[in-house]
């Protein structure tokens, strides 16, 4: 059994197990009047079902009692709270009176529902929470995590971590071995694993003989844009007044001589439209009156060329330095215009509240979702 006084290291803070959990329930039963009192119990026989549980916490009523069988672990994604319900599971099945609860620092929605199907309560040090027993019912939800790890960020978001994303995502289909995935992402070995145990940790994908593969790719895809602003590129603000079609038909012929036809993977693009101006081309649907275009040559020549004058308001053109040639991956000729693929212009339209989300949940219905 784990000592209850065992010491979890949370981004380098020491949290002492036995005070968090003190903190924990002394929050969550103080305004119960049913609840006479409540202690965890220590010195359990070493052959005893429950001394297998991470803790014990003893409930008292005024004609009964009941014991909270607690996992913890240091991490609350589902890979890491699937097997702590399979441990509570066999516990409690085999001790009466009896309720189990896994605990971590904090709980994703995703974990929360996995606890819920399995008949597990769960709380975190957030204050998130969901306790079923004796008449008694807990439930809150919407903590925010403030032991947000910066590392999985990092891991999952940065720009070469990225261009991972984007490839199992454009091919959601297929298997990848990891040297295959490192040469397709054009990356280090060291960042596809990194991404991988990250993906893995959110059971995002799942391993077979053939490689890795997408399990759940609408799940990390709302992820990556709850993390995700186009404002990560460097934006140009610019005003013509020539109409919208003018304006991509002059984008798209100033790079005609030095683009191809349109490899799906093609990694040394030098424009594409996205947003608005992409949808326009997946999905007609909802869009603005502005041109939105990744340029990766020196924009103000190229401006200057298209005679465009720089904003600070009112722009109709917008043209963006990628932060990472990674946006390119995917691209495809439309129409002849080059537009970013639909992954990438589902993630710069949902950094635009309102309509841009509109757009983007109309293509991801119509046009990412139909892919998977």
Not at 227 to 251: A, P, V
Not at 358 to 371: G, T
Request: glycine fraction near 4%; charge should be neutral; charged fraction near 20%.
């Amino acid at each position: 059994m784990l000592n209850i006084m065992t010491i979890m290291k949370l981004d380098n803070i020491e949290v002492e197990l036995r005070s968090k959990l003190t903190e924990i329930f002394s929050n969550l039963f103080s305004d119960i009047s049913s609840i006479q009192g409540w202690e965890i119990l220590e010195n359990l026989p070493v052959n005893a079902n429950i001394a297998r549980a991470d803790a014990v916490v003893e409930v008292r009523f005024k004609d009964s009692s009941i014991r909270l069988l607690i996992e913890v672990k240091s991490l609350g994604h589902p890979r890491q709270a699937r097997d702590a319900i399979n441990q509570l599971q066999t516990i409690s099945s085999q001790e009466i009176r009896s309720y189990p609860i896994f605990i971590a620092p904090y709980i994703s929605p995703a974990t929360a529902e996995l606890c819920r199907e399995s008949g597990i309560g769960y709380a975190d040090f957030a204050g998130n929470c969901r306790l079923t027993f004796n008449g008694i019912h807990i439930f809150r939800e919407g903590c925010s995590n403030p032991y947000i790890s910066k590392r999985k960020l990092k891991s999952l978001y940065q720009p070469a971590a990225s261009r991972v994303l984007r490839v199992l995502l454009i091919n959601s289909k297929k298997a990848w071995k990891v040297v295959d995935l490192q040469r397709e992402s054009n990356v280090s070995i060291g960042t596809v694993s990194n991404v991988r145990n990250a993906l893995l940790d959110n059971e995002w994908i799942e391993e077979g003989v053939d490689g890795i593969q997408l399990r759940d790719p609408g799940s990390l895809l709302n992820d990556w844009s709850n993390n995700y602003s186009y404002r990560k590129n460097t934006i140009h603000d610019f005003y013509s007044l020539n109409n919208i079609t003018e304006i991509e038909n002059w984008i798209a012929s100033s790079f005609s001589a030095t683009m191809d036809n349109g490899s799906k993977k093609n990694r040394a693009a030098e424009y594409a439209f996205t947003a608005f101006s992409a949808a326009a081309r997946w999905a007609p649907s909802v869009r603005m009156n502005r041109v939105f275009a990744y340029i990766s040559k020196d924009i103000e020549i190229f401006a200057e060329k298209l005679n465009l004058k720089h904003v600070s308001s009112g722009a109709n053109v917008i043209l963006l330095k990628p932060y990472d040639d990674g946006v390119y991956y995917g691209s495809e000729m439309i129409n002849g215009v080059r537009v970013v693929s639909p992954i990438q212009t589902y993630l710069d339209l949902m950094s635009f509240k309102g309509r841009g989300e509109e757009a983007a949940q109309h293509l991801l219905k119509n046009v990412i979702q139909q892919q998977w």
